[in-house]
Each structure stands twice: as C-alpha cells, then as structure tokens.
C-alpha cells in the first residue's frame, strides 16, 4: 500500500536558531493547485524571513515565491513563478518584476538576489537546486548530484538562470 502525504497539511520546522547561512537548507513552500495561492502558515512565513535577515538562501518552486514576494523580499527585482500564475502574482505583489520563462526553455530559474533563487516549476526547482548546490558546494558536487538524481539536463553556467 503506498505512503500518501497530503503536502497541504505539512507545518513549518520547529523555531530553532539560525545556522550559517550556507548551512540553512532552501525551503520550498506546496502550493495548492485548486485554490491557485500559495499555503502558508504564520510560522513559515516567520520562518523564511528569519532565515533570510541571517543571510540564508531561500529557492523558491511555483507559488512559493508568493512567501518572499509577501515579505518584500522581491521588490523591485526580476522573479518568476510557474507561467500559468504569473498574472495573478502580478496582481497581488505588483513591485516585483515578474518574467515568464516560458518562451525560453534554456531559462529555468531567476537568480533574483544574492540570496534568492525563484523558479517556474518543481523541475525548475531542480535546477534552481543545482546551481545552489553548485554555489556551495562546487560545480563538481552538483554535477554528481544530477547525475545521482538521474536528472537529464547538464548544469551549463549562465545558461539555465534567467538573467536579472
């Protein structure tokens, strides 16, 4: 019988104090397709912008860009969510310069900041996660992590982050 996780109903990780900010894991935020906003409790919101005033990094897949996007955080930079979304993100936090990537496959994910990385969808997400891996730990490490994920797509530098 298989394992069934409604990703709704999961709750943010418990208070604790800050690690390093290269030791803080990127946090990605379910979104809920049929309601097409972003779930998130007080908690996580609490907990992305703690982490975010220590220096951490903060990827974000889909609508969970709608968590840093709520705090400011994307203000006045370039940032993306999954294409179908993009107006309505437009709508609710219209500070921020939201770019489809849909017309260039090449582009998977928006270094939007230092600290933080958008991207369109969870495969997206995977990219944006190799080039934070590749950020801390090494082109090489990513590199085998792809490969490790059986992830078909190469890490090319430069090509996959939209520019901002």
């Not at 309601?35 to 969970?64: F, K, P, Q």
């Not at 017309?103 to 190799?130: C, E, H, N, W």
């Amino acid at each position: 019988m298989p394992i069934q996780v409604n990703l709704n109903e999961l709750e943010a990780p418990p208070p604790a104090p800050a690690p390093a900010p290269q030791q803080v894991p990127s946090w990605a935020q379910p979104s809920n397709r049929t309601e097409r906003r972003c779930v998130a409790t007080n908690d996580v919101i609490d907990y992305v912008e703690r982490h975010h005033l220590s220096g951490a990094s903060l990827l974000t897949v889909c609508l969970g860009a709608a968590i840093p996007a709520g705090l400011g955080l994307l203000d006045g930079v370039d940032a993306t969510s999954n294409t179908l979304f993009l107006s309505e993100m437009r709508e609710n936090y219209p500070a921020v310069r939201w770019i489809s990537l849909f017309d260039d496959t090449r582009k998977r994910f928006v270094r939007s900041s230092p600290q933080i990385t958008t991207s369109a969808g969870i495969t997206a997400g995977i990219d944006g996660t190799l080039s934070q891996v590749a950020a801390w730990c090494g082109r090489d490490v990513a590199e085998a992590t792809g490969v490790f994920l059986e992830w078909p797509l190469p890490l090319e530098a430069g090509v996959r982050a939209a520019a901002s």
